[in-house]
């Protein structure tokens, strides 16, 4: 299990607050790895969710599966379901959401799963069984409900696509 500190720490330069949050967050995604290690961790978890989910206000569950090399700019108001799949090198900032919708028989959608490389925005909703592909700019306050194809530059609610974009380069 590799547990992707050195990617977080790298990309993270200059950020200290989204090191020390990707550290805690990468060190509470081990508790997933066997059911004696997260009976272990149970007291870290707690601390987790005290700390960094109530006192930070970032919900990044310890569930949810995320690629190496993350970001958190600012982070507060970040809220993540954990049926959500995060890429590669993608980077989350302030006041967003990730997460499902309810449906008229009032269960709940899938989450959405995004690409490597994809930058959101701050203050952004991404809702519903989507996909967002690789190498995708989210600008800032869009609300995406449908899936985005790979290099999509999109803005505004519901999200529109204004450019294609290069493959970015970390
Ligand atoms: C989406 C984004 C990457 C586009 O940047 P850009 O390539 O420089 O685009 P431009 O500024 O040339 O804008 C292109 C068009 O999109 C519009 N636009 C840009 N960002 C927008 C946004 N977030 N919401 C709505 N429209 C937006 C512009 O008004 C412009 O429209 P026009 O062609 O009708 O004039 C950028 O605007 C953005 O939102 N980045 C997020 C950054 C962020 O979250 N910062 C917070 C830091 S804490
Ligand atoms: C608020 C702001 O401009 O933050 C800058 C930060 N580098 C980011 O992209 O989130």
Redesign the pocket.
Request: aromatic residues 6%; proline residues 0%; glycine residues 24%.
């Given at each position: 299990m590799s547990l992707n500190l050195f990617q977080d720490w790298q990309r993270n330069q200059g950020n200290i607050k989204g090191r020390l949050v990707c550290i805690a967050f990468r060190l509470a995604t081990t508790a997933t790895a066997n059911k004696l290690l997260f009976i272990i961790l149970i007291p870290y978890l707690i601390l987790y969710r005290i700390f960094v989910e109530w006192f930070l206000g970032i919900e990044i569950p310890y569930k949810t599966k995320t690629g190496k090399g993350l970001i958190i700019?600012?982070g507060q108001a970040l809220v993540v379901n954990d049926g959500s799949v995060i890429g590669e090198n993608c980077t989350l900032?302030?006041s967003t959401t990730i997460g499902n919708k309810q449906l008229s028989d009032n269960t709940f959608s899938k989450c959405p799963v995004i690409g490597n490389n994809v930058d959101i925005?701050?203050n952004v909703c991404i809702i519903g069984p989507i996909r967002i592909g690789n190498s995708v700019?989210?600008?800032?306050?869009?609300v995406i409900v449908k899936d985005i194809p790979d290099y999509a530059?999109v803005?505004?609610n519901p999200a529109r696509i204004?450019?294609f974009q290069g493959e970015l380069v970390y």
């Open positions: 700019y600012h900032r302030h925005g701050s700019t989210i600008g800032a306050g869009s530059v803005v505004g204004i450019k």
